[in-house]
């Protein structure tokens, strides 16, 4: 793509060793019992495919699509494009997020989920800017946390782009 300058931040083999401790950090936790893993589209599917390998229990796999960003910058306004196929009512639920921003998405989803009455409710991201919270956001596990920069690769996109890059790189536009 023209004009954009891509900076190297975390490497796959960086990734491929965090993931594999995170799942082993969601096995602990839900060893022997049944588990429904959430994935939200696009950003978290290469991440998602990953995690779930990582993770030694029976489980499920749903999906949701939300979107809340236009280009570099989040609306404030999430809205979900795709919603759940089956009840996640009374089971152990894994929402699983590619990153914590502004940390509204996550929040949003958190109420959303927890309306649907689960038993347990974990979340997940791979990454997480703590510098561009505009809310508070506990996140059950975090990947890695990164600076307040924009980022891609690895199921991270800028203007559908660059997902499929197997590390994450720090974007910036060069004029
Ligand atoms: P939040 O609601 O926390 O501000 O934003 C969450 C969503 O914004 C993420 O799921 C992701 O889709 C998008 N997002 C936030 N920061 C970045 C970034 O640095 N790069 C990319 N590609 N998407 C981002």
New binding site residues.
């Given amino acids: 793509m023209e004009n954009v300058r891509l900076s190297p931040l975390i490497s796959e083999r960086e990734i491929r060793t965090r993931v594999q401790k995170m799942g082993e950090t969601i096995t602990d936790k839900f060893k022997g019992q049944d588990l429904a893993v959430i994935g939200?589209l696009k950003?978290?599917f290469l991440f998602y495919a990953d995690l779930v390998r990582a993770i030694d229990t029976d489980l499920t796999c749903d999906f949701m699509g939300?979107s809340?960003?236009s280009e570099?910058t989040?609306t404030g306004e999430?809205k979900i494009n795709l919603d759940l196929s089956r009840s996640i009512r009374d089971r152990n639920v894994v929402v699983v997020?590619?990153?914590?921003?502004?940390?509204?998405?996550?929040n949003?989803l958190r109420r959303h989920l927890m309306a649907h009455k689960p038993k347990n409710l974990m979340t997940v991201s791979l990454l997480m800017?703590p510098d561009?919270l505009?809310e508070k956001?506990e996140v059950d596990l975090v990947g890695f946390k990164i600076p307040n920069?924009?980022?891609?690769g690895y199921g991270?996109?800028?203007q559908g782009y660059f997902r499929n890059l197997p590390y994450i790189a720090q974007v910036s536009n060069i004029n």
């Fill in positions: 939200v950003g978290s939300v809340s960003y570099m989040s999430v997020e590619d990153i914590v921003d502004t940390g509204l998405t996550m949003y800017k561009a505009k956001c920069d924009f980022v891609v991270l996109d800028y």
